[in-house]
C-alpha cells in the first residue's frame, strides 16, 4: 500500500529527494506531489523554478491548494523547457492565432454559404412565373423574400471583413 508516494515501512524516497540527494522525512513537502515513479516532474520544476523556492511556495499555501499549485508549476516548467523565452503565454499565444484564423475561415465559409443562396434565390425568383408574382404571394413570403436581400448585404460585409483579416494573415 502506498501513502503519499513511499511504500509503508521503507524508506522510498519521493523524486524530490532523490534528485537533490537527501533522505526524505516523513512530513516531506514533495512527497506527496512529486512521486518516486513520476521523477521528470521535479526535473523539470526544479530547472525552472529551483527547489528553495518550490518548497516555499508550497509551504505558503494550504494543503488543499498545493496539488493545483504543483499542476500549474509543472505545466509552466515543461513549457519554459520548451520555450525558455515565452513559455506557456508562447502557447497560448499561438492557440489565440489558430482560434483567429480559424473564425475567419468560418465567416468566409458561411458568407460563401449566404451568397450562393442568394443566387439560387435569384436564380428562381428571376423565373418569372406567374405564380412568383407579387399578387400571388401571401404577406408571410413576401417578407421572407425582401430579407434575403438584407441578409446579403450584410454577408457582403462580413466577407470584406473577413477578407480583410486574411490579408493580415498572409503578412
Known sequence: ???????????????????LRRRCAQDCVFAPYFPADEPHKFASVHKVFGASNVNKMLQELSEHQRGDAVSSMVYEANARV??????????????QQQ??????????????VVHMRMRQFSSMS??????????????????????PTMSL????????HANMGESLWSC
Not at 520548451?82 to 492557440?95: E, K, N
Open 126 to 147: 428571376s423565373g418569372g412565373t406567374a405564380g412568383n408574382s407579387p399578387e400571388n404571394v401571401s404577406p408571410s413570403s413576401r417578407h421572407t423574400q425582401t430579407q
Open 153 to 160: 448585404f450584410t454577408m457582403d460585409m462580413v466577407v470584406d
Open 1 to 19: 500500500m502506498k501513502e503519499s508516494g513511499r511504500k509503508q515501512g521503507a524508506a522510498s524516497p519521493c523524486a524530490a529527494c532523490k534528485l
Open 82 to 95: 520548451r520555450d525558455p523565452v515565452y513559455g506557456c503565454v508562447g502557447a497560448i499565444s499561438s492557440l
Open 99 to 112: 482560434i483567429d484564423h480559424l473564425q475567419t475561415q468560418l465567416a468566409i465559409a458561411q458568407a460563401e
